[in-house]
Structure formats: structure tokens, C-alpha cells
């Protein structure tokens, strides 16, 4: 538009050109949406005189994950009847729409009471519905994708299992073998920032990074799931790997969780500001999913309470999770709701540590499972004993109580079958000047949980079930002197003190055996045992002195090795016996492979400077194979899920075991040879690479010397009396004795 001048003034206001200010100063248009309405459903239908107090519960429920506009709660009611009553549902109106989000996803399916759990939904949602076509159009069929399976390292056809090493930077995965090497089936570089953790059934590598976590799984490895939660340090599986449960020092924000994701990335972010300063989530392990996250343990004056990992602790079947809560007690969540179950806590004054029954037992009588249960002790307060209490969950039945005096500290011992409990009780003398232990072994699979007890003169340190059998072996280690040594910032001693290692087993009433109850069956005295490790499939128990810098002392032994002894004697303690002995520099892990032939013993650069690696032995106490590892950090095996058989198809197994035996030691043999010809082929090969490189070089040799020749070179003359020695020593062991010294 030309501009005005004294001759071309505009006649009218209509004749001026606004456009150029319009576009200058342009305001957006306010669209009005009702994306901060959300219905809540499934509410109680009440008359006028009961409304305002629903309205008052609705407010506080809904108050805890945004602000509610005044009047912000409209309940439609129907006066069909003569007398107005609600129709059982109400429109909440928050401030903003990300609010209505954080309350859908927070309360939708919350337990309002017995009767009603509300469903919680976008108001926008209802009317999207509402536009769908009435004519039912098939959506478009996605093509098919194969997806790996999850456990196809099972399908190996020579039964193998796999272990994890990570060293230096490097994360792999082998294949055991026992001739030869393990196999390294992946490897790959800065794969971890921290650690890695298999998942309880071996489906899942777990990978720890700054951002997060990571899944891995399948015959190529691929990335499953990734989980977001910044400077993560500690995970857990639930027992069937259906949730995941992180925990990290640092609180949750969701502005600092944006500028990690970058811009663009916003809608990657699993929090909301619900999530803001909690530490500890819980996951779906299959889709990633947050299902809820929660603030760090706390004590009366508001500080964080240092608590043991796991945090959470699962039920056996997976339907509750629960933790220690000081200023409470006991808090139960529901699995599928992620709520409080009967939403309160258990109140349990002064409770110090409980554990779920690993297993559900199944009553004898009736062949029906029983219900869920956990156990818990609480410490003397005043006038009040000491006492373990077995609970129902989720009923909060009190199944069996125990008082206890002159209690220190108490440890809960669950057999991994559920059978029995052992409470580890340390207790003191009546001058207070010493301590003692008591064991208080509870029958959980017997009717009234009758508990036996077993006094012993000094402090057991350390107990350890055997995983499979019927006479509820265990082993403890025990001494005079209770107090732990020193040990430096990564956990190493520099001595180990003088231990005895004790075996104990429940015995009948029979011929041999007068009382009923737990005896005593061996001691081995004067060791210096820190850890006890049993075999998975029992039997066989490792007596190992681990993360001390004087003693590295491995002790295999057999509880069941001299039969013909126990039988002549009439104790099952005869049969016990250390069948070999071993010895690892600087160790300072031990774990046995989920088929109970193998053990791996580790020193890791995490603990101290010295010789790296791991070795590999069989239960026997055989040495296999040593790999010295610079800056090796970790080994872990990884799991196997339950086995599919039944017991009558593993004693079919058993019976025919010589057959099987036989064609595993042919495939044993076959492999043995082909690991031979393997090797003496590449023998082979090497030596006509080193003929061919001799022929070359003499080749050229004959050139260059007939070239100096013909040039006028004359050779050294050598004297015939010139002699050359060569002196070659070589040794020969003609005899080796190996002497066993207890």
C-alpha cells in the first residue's frame, strides 16, 4: 500500500489498510476444552442428605494429585423416584488438563470401598466415543512378526548354561564348557555403565546406565525395554519377573527428566508432577510402563532412613509387594492396584524386619494351598518381650506367635520350599557381659506350627538351608568371638577368625532316634569359614573363607559320601565328609551354577588390587579352567526357570539314568575328539605356515648370497675343528604327593 500524503488523504476509515498492524499485533484465539474434566464412575448413589459428604471424599481423594476448582465437583441426579438421588457417577474439574492426566492415571480403579472402585476417565474421551461410526470397520491387519524367544539358550543342544563377565569395560556372555574354554556367545563394549543383573529366571540381562536401565534378551540380544529413571543404583525382579523395582539416591524430577530427554522427547517422560521428589519405582518388566513410584522412607523428624534392598518385598505369587515403614509399620500393596491393601498400613510398633514365605503350602489334609504368609519380630520394649509373629496375608490372620527375652538381634531364615522358618536369635546371658544364640525353628507346614528350639553355647554368624530334601538340613557357622573384623572401605578383612561349621538335620521318632527334633549330625572344628554356599540341587555345600587378605581356603564337601559309616554307626553325621580342598588368591565371591555341577570362585577388582579373574570347579572340588582377567569386576550365572517336570517323571529320569549316561559320555567323547582334531589341525596348519615362511626366506637368502657373489663378496672361511655347544636342560617330574592337613 502506497503511503498517505496531504493529496491522496483516505475519504473514510474504511479506505485505511489495517493488514500490516493486524499481523503486528495478532491475538490467538482462546479455544475452550474440557481436557481438565475427567467422570469418575462407579461411585455410591446417595440422596441429598448424604451428598455433600461424598463431595467432601471425592475432594480429599482427588486433592492428593491436583487442585480441584471450587464447585468443581458436579454429581447429575435423577428425581425419577419423587426423591433426588445421584445417578452414581460425577464430572471433577481440575485447573489444568495435566492435573485431570495425573488423576486418571493415578486413580482410575481405586478402591473407594468394598463395593465401589472407581473409574476414573478424560471427559474428552466420552465424547470421542460418542463419534464413532455405528458401522463396525475392521481395522487394517499389521503383517506378522516373529518375535525371539526369550529362552531359546535352553534349546542348546548340549545342555549348557551361560555366565556373565564383566571386566575393564567389557560385558560378555559365554557358554560353559567343560573340556575347554567357555564359548563367548556376545561381547560388547561399554554395554553396562555400572553392573549387570539377570532377571530370578534368567529371561532378561539387566544393563545399569546414567539415564536408566535395559533390557536384553533373545538369541541376538536386541534391546527389549528401557527403563527412565536417572542415576539409578539398585534394582529388583519380582520371583516371576512380571515387575521391576528401581531405586536411586537421586529425587525425581520431571523438569531435569526433559532436559535429559532433549527437546521433542517430552512425551517420553513417564513422570508427572505426583512423581516429583520420590526415589524408589515400580515397573512392568514386559511393556516398560511406570506403575507407580514412591517417596523415600522417613523417619518422625522428616530425614531419609538408610533401609536394606530390597525395599519392597514380593509374595511368592506376585499379588503383594510390601516394605518397613518405621513410623507405621507394616505397609501391604496390592500388585494390581498398586494401592495399600484394606488402604492403611499394618500398625506393628518397633518392627525390625520381616520376610514372605518364599513358597505357597499346600495343606496335606485338603491338598489346597494356603493363604499367603509373611513373618515379622519386634524388639523388648519396656515391660514387653521380644516376639516373631507368622501372619496370614490377606486376611492379617495371626497364625503363630512366639515371645522372646533377652534379645540382642534376630535374622529370619525361610527354607526356599516354605517348609520351616529359622529364627536366628541373639540373645544375651543373664550378666549381660556375653552373647548367645538360640535358633527357634518354626514347622509352617505342620498343623498348630509347632517350633522347635536349639540352644547353642556360642553366636552362630551365619545359617544356610539346604535348598531341596525333607529333613530340613541346615548348616551354621558359629564361634566364641561374635564381632566381625575390621574391614577396610570395600570390605575386605585382614585376618578371619577362628570358626566351627555345624550341620544339623529333623530327625523322626524310630528305632534310633528317642525324641523327635532337630540333631545335631557334625562339626568340623578350628576354620576360618566366612561363608557357607549350598549346592542348588543340595548335597553338596561349599565352606569358604572369602574377602579376607591372609586366607583363601575352599573346603567341598559331601553330606551324603560316607553312607557305609553312617549306616554301621547309626549316624547320618558320619557321612559327612570334606572330599577336597582347594585354595584362590584373593577371592572374594562364590556361586554355584543353577544345575549344582559347577561353582565359580571370583576376585574382583571392586574389592581389592590384587590377581583378577575366576576359576572354574566342579562339585567335586576339581579345578577346571582358571582365567586370570585384568580389572575383572563380576560373574553371575544365569538362571534357570522351574523346571516342567513332575516328580514321577524325574524318578523315570533317574531310573534310566545309566542309558542316559551313557550317550551323554558319547557325546562328551565326540566332542572331546573333535576339540582334539580342532586343535591338531590348526598344529598342523601353523607348522606349514612355518615351513613355507623357512622355504621363502631361504629362497631369498640364496638370491642375495649368489648376487654378493657375483659382486666380488667373499664368504667366511669356518675351521673344520670349530665347534658349536648347546646346552638344553630338561626336567622330568618323576613322583608328586598331595597331602591333606586338617
Known sequence: MAPFTEDNLPASEAEIDFSDLEAQFVVPEHEETLENVVVVDNIPAVDESKEEKLVQVLKKIFKKHGTVKANGIHMPKDSSSGKPKTKGYAFVEFETAQQAQAAIFNLNGYKLDKSHSLLVNAFMDVERYTEVNDVYQAPPEEPFEEREHLRSWLTDEHGRDQFSVYADQELSVF???????????????????????????????????????????GPSWKKLARFIHRKVKLIDFSPSERYLVTCSA??????????????????????????????????????????????????????????????FKWSPSEKYFARLNQNVG???????????????????????????????????????????????????????????????????????????????????????????????????????????????????????VPVDVIELKDCAVAFDWEPVGDNLRF???????????????TGIAS??????????????????????????????????????????????????????ISTFELDFVDTDFDQAAASKSGNPGDAITII??????????????????????????????????????????????????????????????RSLLTEEMKREVRKDLKSYAKEFEEQDERRLHAADAELMEQRRRLITEWNTWREQVDDMLSRETDEALQNGYKLPIVADDQVFVVDEIVEEIIEEKEEIIN
Not at 555403565?193 to 534378551?217: D, K, M, R
Not at 577346571?624 to 569386576?633: G, L, N, T
Request: charged share 25%.
Open 175 to 217: 557358554w560353559n564348557e567343560t573340556s575347554h574354554p567357555a564359548e563367548k556367545a556376545i561381547s560388547r563394549s561399554n554395554w553396562t555403565e555400572a553392573y549387570a543383573q539377570w532377571s530370578p529366571l534368567g529371561s532378561f540381562l539387566c544393563t545399569v546406565h546414567e539415564q536408566g536401565l535395559v533390557l536384553w534378551g
Open 250 to 311: 537421586e529425587p525425581i524430577s520431571v523438569d531435569a527428566v526433559n532436559q535429559m530427554l532433549g527437546p521433542g522427547n517430552e512425551h517420553q517422560n513417564p513422570y508427572t508432577i505426583d512423581d516429583e521428589g520420590h526415589t524408589v519405582c515400580v515397573w512392568d518388566a514386559q511393556t516398560g510402563s511406570l506403575l507407580r513410584s514412591f517417596p523415600p522412607v522417613r523417619s518422625e523428624d522428616g530425614k531419609p532412613v538408610k533401609s536394606s534392598w530390597p525395599q
Open 330 to 448: 507394616l505397609s501391604i500393596y496390592e500388585a494390581s492396584t498398586m494401592s495399600l491393601l484394606d488402604k492403611k498400613s499394618i500398625k506393628i510398633p518397633g518392627i525390625q524386619d520381616f520376610a514372605w514365605c518364599p513358597n505357597l503350602i499346600v495343606d496335606p489334609r485338603t491338598g489346597v494351598a494356603r493363604p499367603e504368609m509373611l513373618a515379622y519380630w519386634t524388639p523388648e520394649e519396656g515391660n514387653l518381650p521380644a516376639r516373631v509373629t507368622l501372619m496370614a496375608v490377606p486376611s492379617r490372620t495371626l497364625v503363630r506367635t512366639k515371645n522372646l527375652f533377652n534379645v540382642f538381634n534376630a535374622s529370619l531364615h525361610w527354607h526356599p520350599k516354605g517348609q520351616a522358618l529359622c529364627v536366628r536369635v541373639q540373645r544375651y546371658t543373664k550378666s549381660k557381659k556375653s552373647r548367645f544364640t538360640n535358633l527357634e525353628i518354626f514347622r509352617a507346614y505342620e498343623r498348630d
Open 475 to 489: 548348616a551354621i557357622i558359629h564361634t566364641d568371638d561374635p564381632t566381625p573384623p575390621i574391614t577396610n572401605a
Open 495 to 548: 585376618t578371619a577368625v577362628n570358626t566351627n561349621v555345624s550341620f544339623y538335620a529333623f530327625e523322626r521318632k524310630g528305632k534310633l532316634v528317642k525324641k523327635e527334633g532337630f540333631q545335631l549330625l557334625k562339626t568340623f572344628d578350628r576354620k576360618k569359614v566366612t561363608a557357607l554356599k549350598w549346592s542348588p540341587q543340595g548335597r553338596h555345600i561349599i565352606l569358604a573363607t572369602l574377602r579376607t
Open 580 to 641: 577336597s580342598t582347594g585354595e584362590h588368591y584373593g577371592v572374594t565371591d562364590l556361586e554355584w551354577d543353577p544345575t549344582g555341577r559347577f561353582v565359580v570362585t571370583s576376585a574382583s577388582s571392586w574389592r581389592h588390587s590384587m590377581e583378577h579373574g575366576y576359576i572354574l570347579w566342579d562339585f567335586k572340588g576339581e579345578q577346571i579352567h582358571k582365567a586370570v582377567v585384568e580389572r575383572f569386576k563380576q560373574l553371575l550365572w544365569r538362571p534357570r526357570p
